[in-house]
């Protein structure tokens, strides 16, 4: 299975200023997904991130609040901009291997506090 | 839109057994998954069904009834490590283009001595 690491593992950051979040796998995978976790509650799917090709946003998530960079098969990023303490939550970033689509394998998370 | 429903908390003792039921209604069905989550960590996959029936996967079974869009996922012998949060999850085959899982409210387990 893979192994997926994320940078920040958490951060406190100032309200209007925007935070890049790192998620490394050590595999080549096709599709990586990032998820925002309120505390206490359910994963929200924000957008997935395909190598070569623009990020595809759920309802209620833009590209201008959360901008994703896919460089490769094995990282990827996920900028929150222009932070506000609504954005304070979990962000995991996840990613499936081959076909299996029903089986994710999640990151660790990074938890954000804005003030 | 897809929606799935999860009995908030389930409170059990150890060595017993608890079901953890989920509803779903969602535009197509590819299958049913259960994920696992402690307190700060990250979700871990559990089991998938996409065809009716039980799976066992040692103490955690899964189960799904697509006639009844509905699922459970059963832990037996509980033990102590098993208080967590657990979601169940449906791939929808439309959204995302079919790759993408939507998560259910999520059930929080206690087990107790």
């Known amino acids: 299975s893979a192994v997926i690491s994320q940078k920040p593992s958490r951060d406190i950051c100032q309200r209007g200023t925007s935070l890049t979040i790192q998620c490394q796998v050590d595999s080549q995978v096709t599709m990586m997904f990032w998820y925002r976790q309120q505390p206490g509650q359910s994963l929200t799917l924000i957008a997935t991130a395909n190598q070569g090709s623009e990020a595809t946003y759920e309802s209620g998530f833009v590209i201008d609040k959360f901008p994703i960079s896919r460089p490769n098969l094995t990282f ?3 900028t929150v901009s222009n932070m506000s303490p609504e954005d304070s939550s979990i962000y995991l970033c996840s990613v499936v291997e081959g076909g299996a689509y029903n089986e994710q394998f999640f990151g660790p998370g990074t938890r954000l506090t804005v003030l | 839109g897809q929606s799935l429903e999860q009995p908030s908390e389930v409170t059990a003792v150890e060595g017993a057994i608890v079901q953890i039921n989920c ?6 069905f590819y299958g049913l998954s259960w994920y696992q989550q402690h307190d700060g960590g990250a979700p871990t996959f559990l089991s998938y069904n996409a065809l009716d029936g039980l799976e066992e996967t040692g103490r955690f079974s899964s189960f799904l ?3 009844d869009s509905y699922g459970y996922l059963l832990l037996q012998e509980l033990q102590m490590k098993d208080s967590a949060s657990y ?10 283009g079919g790759n993408k899982l939507t998560f259910g409210t999520g ?7």
């Open chain 1, 76 to 78: 990827s990023t996920l």
């Open chain 2, 23 to 28: 509803t779903y209604q969602t535009s197509g």
């Open chain 2, 107 to 113: 059930t929080q387990l206690k087990v107790e001595l």
């Open chain 2, 65 to 67: 009834s697509r006639s």
């Open chain 2, 87 to 96: 979601f169940c999850a449906v791939r929808d085959g439309v959204t995302g």
